[in-house]
């Protein structure tokens, strides 16, 4: 069983640029959910993927949108980034419906210059 | 507005002592409530969880009370160990509209655990 992978681990963009970060869920899940943490933060949740649809969002303007594929990876696409959007993106996979915990991946480090 | 509060930033205790970490909520409808550990460079890994509807969950050294009427939350590690020094996150699951599920995090504690 594989767990939920993420890519790129860092990631260095300049402000105004646009990205692109990726994430393998955990075989048998079919639920993606994205997090940002902020250094000395918490994870913030940013949004949840279910059946390819955007299925809630968290407090995030709209440049920060997402995709989920039909083997359930998922993608969290971010445009003209501002200098706060520099933290840690966390992908997390579970089951829909289950009352279970979910699985972190490692995250990409995203720095913001 | 934070919802789910860990007050102290950091804790550190001896090696075979108890570990206290402690974590307050202001939203009664989360019904689910979660720690997870947290090592540098990697991401949260689950540890325990508890219903709303109990008082108290146990796993091995791990056992987390939940104290509805305050809306208090506690992980007891006993007995603790170096291996368990990490960043520990306080979190809770509400439903958002259209059935999402969401977990809401505090800022996290630093546990060190002294040889």
């Known amino acids: 069983e594989t767990g939920v992978t993420q890519s790129p681990t860092h990631l260095i963009k300049t402000r105004g640029q646009q990205v692109t970060l990726r994430c393998s869920s955990q075989s048998g899940h079919n639920t993606v959910s994205w997090y940002q943490q902020a250094l000395g933060q918490g994870p913030q949740f940013i949004f949840q993927y279910y059946r390819e649809e955007e299925n809630g969002r968290g407090n995030f303007p709209p440049r920060f949108s997402g995709l989920q594929f039909p083997n359930y990876s998922s993608e969290l696409n971010v445009n003209a980034l501002e200098l706060d959007d520099s933290a840690l993106y966390l992908c997390?996979?579970?089951?829909?419906?289950?009352?279970?915990?979910?699985?972190f991946g490692s995250g990409t480090q995203l720095s913001v210059l | 507005d934070q919802q789910v509060k860990q007050n102290s930033p950091s804790l550190s205790v001896q090696e075979g002592r108890i570990s206290i970490l402690n974590c307050d909520y202001t939203?009664?409808?989360?019904?689910?409530f979660l720690w997870y550990k947290k090592y540098p460079a990697e991401g949260p890994t689950f540890l325990i969880s508890?219903?709303?509807?109990?008082d108290k969950n146990e796993d091995g050294r791990f056992t987390v009370f939940l104290n509805k009427s305050a809306k208090h939350l506690s992980l007891h590690i006993v007995p603790s160990q170096p291996g368990d020094s990490a960043v520990y996150f306080c979190?809770?699951?509400?439903?958002?509209?259209?059935?999402?599920?969401?977990?809401?995090f505090g800022k996290g504690m630093k546990l060190t655990v002294n040889p």
């Open positions: 979190a809770a699951r509400r439903f958002s509209q259209g059935g999402s599920e969401k977990l809401v």
């Open positions: 508890i219903s709303s509807i109990k």
């Open positions: 997390a996979s579970s089951r829909q419906g289950r009352n279970e915990k979910l699985f």
């Open positions: 939203n009664s409808m989360f019904d689910y």
